[in-house]
């Protein structure tokens, strides 16, 4: 599945996808290739560039992460079904 760039992700999408993955901020800024003081940033809810939501979202989804739209229940995160090898 590739990476979709449409939706951007909220302050809240971002803890709780670390949240699934057990990624603290070090581990997220590592795999987007941004700095820790971004994602503290972006987390305590100072705007961030379209740029740099675009790669950490790129790096949530790379490790399986699914982002929802909000559809009336608000935006959320899940981790991508895993699909099993039959053998």
């Known amino acids: 599945m590739a990476p979709s760039f449409g939706l951007m992700i909220t ?3 971002c803890r709780a996808a670390r ?3 057990d990624w603290g901020q070090v ?7 941004v700095g ?3 994602v ?3 987390e305590a809810g100072h705007d961030a560039r379209r740029a740099t939501l675009q790669v950490i979202k790129q790096a949530f989804e790379l490790a399986g992460v699914e982002f929802i739209d909000e ?3 608000g935006p959320g995160v899940r981790l991508r079904k895993r699909h ?4």
């Open 19 to 21: 949240g699934l993955l």
């Open 71 to 73: 559809n009336g229940g």
């Open 11 to 13: 302050a809240e999408q």
């Open 84 to 87: 099993q090898k039959k053998g």
């Open 27 to 33: 581990d997220l800024a590592d795999k987007a290739g």
């Open 40 to 42: 503290r940033q972006f």
């Open 36 to 38: 820790v003081v971004t």
